[in-house]
């Protein structure tokens, strides 16, 4: 079904039946040679004389045309949207929070990719939770990371193409050089507190990847 944003414009397809048939037409001055043997032309060509300006009409293609044009202009200033039947869709998952640590030791290159080549924690950690969201469809995944503070990086979502940008967006030592583990670990339970209202899951779950003890906590893992 199409129904229209602003239906109000499509007031507008009458008008320019209405300047067509209200307004005078339009009447251009032309300069004109005056010639003593006027009548006698006329005669001999056999034409009819007229006095005053003549009327340029449009040919039926060019009406068509410009009827056309503008109730194409009036539909799209009427912004058209295509409308479909409402559908529900039942979604049941896990809410999944990942913690990272972003500490300093994160730094450290004991990792090898494929290839062979070094890599760091952080960025083994990461290639691993890529592989794990692909695996999650129909979970809402959420971000928290630390270093001597936690803070939220992403919310619960479903969208998690922007879960994987905001983790990969994450550098070592961001959020410092130390390891708040307790203050994230509480962090991840104060957001599952916050979301109880909106989430309908019942499974809840909290990831922590980290590679070191926590050392500077006000809140004890």
């Not at 048939?21 to 004389?49: C, E, M, T």
């Not at 469809?137 to 479903?158: C, K, N, V, Y």
């Amino acid at each position: 079904m199409i129904t229209f944003e602003v239906a109000e414009a499509l007031l507008l397809l009458p008008l320019p039946l209405l300047v067509y048939r209200l307004a005078p037409s339009y009447l251009s001055r032309q300069q004109a040679i005056k010639v003593p043997f006027f009548n006698v032309l006329l005669k001999s060509l056999d034409i009819k004389r007229q006095n005053g300006s003549q009327r340029v009409r449009a040919e039926r293609p060019q009406k068509a045309i410009i009827a056309f044009g503008w109730l194409m202009l009036v539909l799209a200033a009427a912004k058209p949207v295509w409308m479909l039947e409402p559908q529900t869709y039942e979604r049941s998952g896990r809410d999944l929070m990942l913690v990272v640590d972003l500490s300093g030791s994160m730094a450290t290159q004991d990792f090898t990719d494929k290839y062979g080549q070094p890599r760091t924690r952080l960025e083994s950690a990461k290639q691993v939770l890529k592989s794990f969201s692909k695996k999650r469809e129909g979970d809402r995944l959420g971000l928290i990371l630390f270093g001597e503070a936690a803070f939220l990086q992403s919310p619960f979502t479903l969208d998690h193409a922007a879960w994987l940008a905001l983790l990969h967006q994450t550098e070592v030592a961001m959020a410092g050089e130390s390891t708040s583990l307790g203050d994230a670990i509480g962090l991840g339970i104060k957001t599952f507190l916050e979301e109880e209202k909106d989430s309908s899951s019942q499974e809840k779950v909290m990831i922590v990847l980290t590679d070191g003890r926590d050392t500077d906590s006000l809140v004890p893992p």
